[in-house]
């Protein structure tokens, strides 16, 4: 679960880009890349696979808007807008966006709860992800209980208890025991 906390900064302005990415590297964030069009920074973005992308509203060969559908499935992305742009970038995409001009602190205060955001939505996908597993685990088990019950004349927890000493006593886990009387290996 370890977020690289890669980031490529992507300004039309190459001074402000360099500032930007100075403030980053203090604050330990590894700057893969500085693009200055949009172009490059979709290049630069399937080359480097970025966490983050730090942009502005408008790069010399096109907007937010196009780099956003192409690269909206790979990174987050942080926008720095002046106020005219703000609702109409809200409104359109998943974004963060920051005020132009950038303060470090607005900057990595921003650029902070994004990956905060990353963390916590990969632990609950690992969380949903063992749930899942869970849940058909208790599946097999249910279908290996049923079949016990109709073929050995057991009663429901009677069919729990056989699964759950067989696995006890093989050191196998429940699950496998299951599956092994699905499959009439058992």
Do not use: W
Not at 23 to 36: F, K, P, R, T, W
Not at 121 to 127: C, N, S
Request: glycine content about 4%; overall charge negative; aromatic content about 6%.
């Amino acid at each position: 679960m370890n977020i690289q906390r890669g980031v490529i900064v992507a300004l039309s302005n190459v001074e402000t880009a360099q500032k930007v990415k100075i403030m980053l590297c203090d604050e330990g964030y590894d700057v893969l890349s500085i693009c200055n069009t949009g172009g490059e920074l979709i290049r630069k973005a399937i080359q480097y696979a970025p966490e983050l992308v730090v942009t502005s509203y408008k790069m010399p060969d096109m907007t937010v808007l196009d780099i956003y559908d192409a690269l909206a499935d790979q990174c987050s992305f942080l926008v720095v807008v002046n106020e005219l742009y703000r609702s109409y970038i809200k409104e359109e995409m998943d974004v963060y966006c920051i005020n132009s001009p950038i303060s470090k602190p607005v900057l990595i205060n921003a650029v902070d709860l994004i990956f905060q955001s990353k963390r916590k939505i990969l632990k609950l996908r690992e969380q949903v992800e063992k749930l899942e597993n869970k849940m058909e685990e208790r599946k097999l088990i249910d279908k290996a209980k049923g079949i016990l019950m109709l073929n050995k004349g057991l009663s429901e927890m009677e069919a729990f208890r056989y699964i759950q000493k067989i696995s006890m006593d093989s050191g196998h886990k429940m699950s496998e025991i299951a599956e092994k009387i699905l499959l009439s290996d058992f």
